[in-house]
């Protein structure tokens, strides 16, 4: 092979970062070169390389796509310093970077916002824990979850969206609408009962109660400090009492399908089902702070640094990137 595997090598035949990008560009046995990558040590080097513009996004793309460079070392290569993070998204966005690819080189990363965008699915870890989900939240540590064909309230692991434990949803019959809270407290609606609820963490039973703002409460979420709820008949978003469930301000919702919404005392997740998007919203004025699409989304919730999301048609759970 014409490229030296170590960094010694390189700096001895005086070859500069521009020097070996362009080597790599113009290299058409991707096979070799993917070895030779993945041979060399020096990871604060081939970020270097991989940032730099003489490598075209298409063909690092082509080059982190193939077999012969491991999982492990792409990951690395994506998480160094070096790899600036707007070349990091235009490669793991390109057409050449395979989805079966980014599904075994994501869960290695240690920074999986670095080369995902906001809005982006964690596309390795998804999963159907129920028939027909109508409401996610929670934070880093748990998540909160319901179905409205069963109608049940769930704990899901945050590993894997398995069943960590149930209970029938507060309103017999009713339709479990929304859900959300932190590991301290859940916040739950129900569009048939028109009610909002706490619940307790330890068994899903009513803490308390009240009807809801208006006739069709899709979400909520928040945490302890905060309520966040929706209402698709309204078209609103809201700030409600943490003490009696009151509203304590509200808005127009970005889109006429409001269905879910959740996050923490500082951000504000939103989605609504009608033109099929997620929404980071102003905790100040529940403005639209960025946005991204995502099929039919049901509900939304997290925090800071997670976003929960679930979708029906397809039915699944998954996690997106913050951005």
Same mark, same amino acid.
């Given at each position: %092979?014409?490229?030296?595997?170590?960094?010694?090598?390189?700096?001895?035949?005086?070859?500069?970062? +521009?020097?070996?990008?362009?080597?790599?560009?113009?290299?058409?046995?991707?096979?070799?070169?993917?070895?030779?990558?993945?041979?060399?040590?020096?990871?604060?080097?081939?970020?270097?390389?991989?940032?730099?513009?003489?490598?075209?996004?298409?063909?690092?793309?082509?080059?982190?796509?193939?077999?012969?460079?491991?999982?492990?070392? +792409?990951?690395?290569?994506?998480?160094?310093?070096?790899?600036?993070?707007?070349?990091?998204?235009?490669?793991?966005?390109?057409?050449?970077?395979?989805?079966?690819?980014?599904?075994?080189?994501?869960?290695?990363?240690?920074?999986?916002?670095?080369?995902?965008?906001?809005?982006?699915?964690?596309?390795?870890?998804?999963?159907?824990?129920?028939?027909?989900?109508?409401?996610?939240?929670?934070?880093?540590?748990?998540?909160?979850?319901?179905?409205?064909?069963?109608?049940?309230?769930?704990?899901?692991?945050?590993?894997?969206?398995?069943?960590?434990?149930?209970?029938?949803?507060?309103?017999?019959?009713?339709?479990?609408?929304?859900?959300?809270?932190?590991?301290?407290?859940?916040?739950?609606?129900?569009?048939?009962?028109?009610?909002?609820?706490?619940?307790?963490?330890?068994?899903?039973?009513?803490?308390?109660?009240?009807?809801?703002?208006?006739?069709?409460?899709?979400?909520?979420?928040?945490?302890?400090?905060?309520?966040?709820?929706?209402? %698709?008949?309204?078209?609103?978003?809201?700030?409600?009492?943490?003490?009696?469930?009151?509203?304590?301000?509200?808005?127009?919702?970005?889109?006429?399908?409001?269905?879910?919404?959740?996050?923490?005392?500082?951000?504000?997740?939103?989605?609504?089902?009608?033109?099929?998007?997620?929404?980071?919203?102003?905790?100040?004025?529940?403005?639209?702070?960025?946005?991204?699409?995502?099929?039919?989304?049901?509900?939304?919730?997290?925090?800071?640094?997670?976003?929960?999301?679930?979708?029906?048609?397809?039915?699944?759970?998954?996690?997106?990137?913050?951005?």
């Amino acid at each position: %092979m014409p490229y030296p595997i170590t960094a010694p090598g390189i700096k001895k035949l005086s070859l500069t970062r +521009a020097s070996i990008a362009s080597s790599f560009e113009e290299e058409t046995d991707v096979d070799e070169l993917a070895i030779t990558i993945d041979l060399l040590n020096e990871v604060d080097l081939l970020a270097k390389v991989f940032d730099h513009p003489n490598l075209s996004e298409s063909k690092a793309a082509l080059i982190f796509d193939n077999a012969n460079l491991s999982p492990s070392k +792409a990951a690395l290569i994506f998480d160094n310093p070096n790899l600036s993070e707007s070349k990091a998204e235009s490669i793991w966005h390109h057409p050449n970077l395979t989805l079966a690819r980014r599904n075994a080189i994501g869960p290695l990363l240690a920074n999986p916002d670095k080369p995902l965008v906001f809005g982006d699915e964690y596309t390795w870890k998804t999963a159907s824990p129920s028939i027909s989900p109508s409401g996610i939240g929670g934070d880093s540590s748990v998540i909160w979850y319901c179905d409205d064909y069963v109608d049940k309230v769930y704990e899901l692991s945050t590993t894997d969206f398995s069943v960590v434990r149930s209970a029938s949803s507060p309103s017999p019959g009713g339709i479990p609408s929304g859900i959300g809270g932190d590991s301290s407290v859940i916040w739950h609606c129900d569009c048939d009962a028109d009610k909002v609820y706490e619940l307790s963490t330890t068994d899903f039973s009513v803490v308390r109660s009240a009807s809801s703002p208006s006739t069709n409460p899709r979400g909520i979420g928040g945490d302890s400090s905060v309520i966040w709820h929706c209402d %698709m008949d309204a078209y609103k978003v809201y700030e409600l009492s943490t003490t009696d469930f009151s509203v304590v301000r509200s808005a127009n919702s970005p889109a006429p399908a409001p269905f879910g919404i959740g996050g923490d005392s500082s951000v504000i997740w939103h989605c609504d089902a009608y033109v099929n998007k997620v929404y980071e919203l102003s905790t100040t004025d529940f403005s639209v702070v960025r946005s991204a699409d995502s099929a039919n989304p049901q509900g939304i919730g997290g925090d800071a640094n997670t976003i929960w999301l679930c979708c029906y048609i397809p039915t699944k759970t998954c996690e997106l990137s913050t951005g």
